[in-house]
C-alpha cells in the first residue's frame, strides 16, 4: 500500500525527453515525456485499447501514439485518434498523472490530479542552487523504500558500513535529538571533537571535527541531510579550523512494495569551483552509496525469508519509529478516505 | 483454464525424431518422439514411478525407457518393462495423448483420446501444398495465447508496429466485416489504393495496391491470413498490376496462462522458384512477427502489473471480441460437462 | 515443514573459517564463524535490531560485529554492544544454534538448543578414518532433500542413469531386503555375478562382480551407502578376485522445500595410498554425482508443474516409502508436541 497523493520523483530532468520513458511508480506503469515546448507529461503507460506499453510509440508534436495500434493520446491522455475509427468515445483515454519539473528533478503526483498542487513539491533547490555546487545520482534500489528512510534517519551505521570512506570510527557518542512535527520527523545529530574520516582526510582536512548533521523526513519518501562540518583549530588537533556545509537530498521513490529508485543529490558551499573536489566527491559517493545498496538489498532479501521476523528498535531509531509512525497514521487515513 | 478436447501443434515435423523431445503444453509435461515407422508418439513427460521427465530417456524401438530408473513405456504410455519387478501393474502407465502429424506439424489432442478424430486437424495444408512455396518458423512468446489471436484478427497494427516493413502507412481505412460463424470468426478486411509498403517495394511493386486480408480464427488458438494484393495498372499509379496471393498460417500453443509457442506457416503462390524472394520474406518475416514478440512479451508485462485493467475495445476489434466470447462460451461449456 | 530437533550438515569444516560463512538451513538465515580457538559458531544471520544478514559484519575476538550499525554479538547470540547505546536490553540477541564439528562437516541444531545433544551426531567419521581414504564434495541441489533420499534408498537407478560409469547394465535383479527400525530404515541389496561396471573396469577389475550394499537412512536427511564388491576369481570370469570396500556417505541439507545443499563422502579401504586411483575416483564421482543432480532437478521441475501428481512406487521403493513415512510420523509428532 502506498501513499498517492503525495509528489514523487519520476526521474531526472535529463532523463525525459521526446523519447517516451518508461517508469514503474507505486506500482503502476508511467510514460514520461516533454512536449514541444518542454512541459513533461507523465502518463499512464498502458494504452487503453489493449494494454500496450505506450513508450513503445512514438512522440508526435506534444502527444504520442502507440506503437501497436496507432492510438494518440494528447498531454491529457485524451485519445485524440483512433485510426480506423472516427468516432472517438470520451471514455478513449490514458491516465493523465499531474507532473513538474522541479529541482532537477520530474515529479508525479500519483493520487488525485485535483489536488496536484505544485507548491507542495517537496523543497530540493539545493540540487540546482546557484550558489552551491551539486551533483544527482540514480540507484535502482531491491530493497523498499522505507528501509532507506531507516538507513538515512539513523546515521549511526556511517562509521561501520562507511568506515571507510565517510565515516568516522569514532563518531558513535553523538548528541541525538528527534523532533516530531506536523509531517516530518527531524533528527538532530551532533557529533563533538570525533575522529574526521577518510573522505575528510582526502579533503584536507586533518584534524577532529565536530559534525552536526539534521535529517529531515517528509512523507513519503523525502529525506534532506545538512551536514555542518567544523575542523577543530589549533596545534593540538592539528587542524586548521575549515568548514564545510553540505546537504544531501534524498528521495526514494516505490517501485513495488520492495524495491525502490533512489534518486540522491549532493549539494557544497565549498571548494565550489574546484573540479577535482567535485569529481573526487562524486567517486566516493557512488562507492558510499553503493555500500548501501549491498546493504539494503541483502536486507531485503533477509526480510523476505520471513517478513514477520521481529525488529528491535534501539535508542537511535527514535526517528526512523517516528516516520514508520507517520507512514502508517498516513496510510491509515488514506484508507479511511 | 484451457480447452482440452482440441488439436494442438505441439512441433515442426523435423522437431520431432528418434530423440526425445520435450514440451510444455497447456501447463502439462509431454514427451515427443517417433516409432521406428515414423509414427509420432506424444506422452506425458513425467515417469509414473517417481516424477522424472522421460524426455531424459532413450528410445527402444517404438517405446522410451526412463534415464532414471529404466522403466519402459510403450507408444500408448503402458509400461512393458520395470527392471527389477517381474510384476507390471496395469496402472503402470504414463498418460498417453493422442497426436498426428499433419501439414508440416505434429500435433498433439490433449483431451480425451477417445474423442480425437484427426479429420478434426485444422486445415494448414498451404505448408506443404505442392502449389504453393512456403516456409515455417517458431516464437517462443512470453504472453497469452490469446493476445497473439487479437494481434492477428485486428490487422490495424500493421502501419504502426510494422511500419518500416510489411505495413503501408495509409492502410487505416479498410472495409471491415465480421462473420461470427460455428465454431469460428473470419474478419475480412479489405484496403483499396493504399501505398505499397517497404515489403512489397522490395518485391517490386512500386504502385498503390489493393489488399483483401480474409482472416480467420478457430478455436483454440489457430488463425488463418489469406492475403491477396492486387497493385494497381496504369501510368498514374506507375504500377504494372501485378498480383501475390499469400497465405500466412498461425497457431499459438499456450505453454502457460501467459506465455505461448507461436507457430508460423508463410505461403505464397507468386515467384514460387525465386529463391532470392524466398530469402527475402523468410528474413523479412523473422523482422516482423519479432516486432509482434517484443510488443506482445511487453503487454504481458503490462499486464501483469494490474491484470484487472480494463480493456477498451474499438470497432476494429470486433473479430478479436468475438473470438474472447466463442472461447469464454467453450471453456464455460467444458466447465459445466 | 522441516524435522527442527536433528543435526544438520551446514557445511565442510574448511569453509568455516574467520570470515563468516552465510547458509539458509530450513529456510533459515545462519552464519557460520569460527572463534579464536576454532570452535565453530552458528547464529542468526538477522541482526535482531534491523535485519541486516550479520555475515556482511566482522569477526572481533569471538564475536560478530553487525556490518550494517555495528551491534556486536557474542558466541552465543547476546548483544555486547550497541555503538550509541550503553544500556543493551536482554531481549537484544539474535539466535544462537547448537553447532559442532564432527566427522569433517560443521554441524548444526535447528530446534532448541537444550536438546542438542552433540552424541546424538550422526556417525560419519570414515570421512576422516585413518583407516580409510576419503575425499567429500558439495552440490547445491535445485530439488528437495527427500528426492535425493529417494535416489540414494534405490539404487535400481544405477544401471540407467550411471550406464556409462558406476552402473552395470546387469544390476537388474538383486536380492532386496529392507528392515524399518527404530529411527532409520535400511535397504540391503545383493547383486550377484553382475558385469562388472566402466569405473571398476577402471580400476582393474574386469571380470563379474557380486556386490553388497547397505544403505541406511536415518531422519532427517542422512544416507550410509556401504558397497563390498568382490570380483570373481578364475579363468572363467576372468577376474582374479579382488575385494573392494567402499563407503558412501550422504546428507542433504534442505534449503527450502525444494531445494538441498548435498554433502557427501567417499571413503574406500583399497588402493589407499594410491594418488592415481583418488584422482580417477574424484573424477568419477564429480561426473555420477552431476548426472544425480540433473535428474533431480529436471523431476523438481516436473513436480512443482503439478505438485499433486502422483507417484507410483515399485517393490524396489520399499525403502524410500519407509523413509518417507517414517519422516511422516516423526512431522506429526513435532507438530503435536
Known sequence: MFLQNYWYVAAESFEVNRQPTPRIILGEPVVLYRTQDGTTVALEDRCCHQRAPLHRGKLEGDAIRCGYHGLVFDQHGVCTEIPEQERIPSSARVRAYASAEKHGWVWVWMGDSALADESLIPDFHLNIDAEWTSFQGIIEMDGASMLMVDNLLDLSHLPF?????????????????????????????????????????????????????????????????????????????????????????????????????????????????????????????????????????????????????????????????????????????????
Open 161 to 337: 558500513l562507511h568506515a571507510a570512506n565517510i565515516g568516522s570510527a569514532t563518531d558513535t557518542d553523538p548528541d541525538l535529538s528527534v523532533e516530531k512535527g506536523e509531517g516530518f520527523v527531524r533528527v538532530t545529530r551532533i557529533a563533538r571533537g570525533i575522529k574526521s574520516s577518510k573522505w575528510q582526510n582526502d579533503l584536507g582536512i586533518q584534524g577532529n571535527v565536530t559534525q552536526e548533521k539534521v535529517i529531515t523526513f517528509r512523507p513519503p519518501c523525502h529525506i534532506w541531510i545538512a551536514i555542518d562540518t567544523t575542523e577543530e583549530a589549533g596545534p593540538e588537533s592539528g587542524g586548521n579550523g575549515q568548514m564545510m556545509r553540505q546537504m544531501i537530498l534524498n528521495s526514494m521513490t516505490p517501485v513495488s512494495e520492495t524495491s525502490c529508485r533512489y534518486h540522491w543529490g549532493f549539494a557544497r558551499d565549498f571548494s565550489r569551483g574546484n573540479a577535482g573536489v567535485t569529481k573526487y566527491m562524486k567517486d566516493a559517493t557512488d562507492i558510499a552509496f553503493n555500500e548501501d545498496k549491498e546493504m539494503i538489498d541483502a536486507q531485503q532479501k533477509i526480510i523476505d525469508l520471513d517478513p514477520a521476523a521481529p525488529i528491535f528498535n534501539l535508542d537511535g531509531d527514535e526517528g526512523g519509529v517516528a516516520a514508520r509512525r507517520l507512514m502508517a497514521r498516513l496510510l491509515a487515513e488514506q484508507a479511511g478516505a
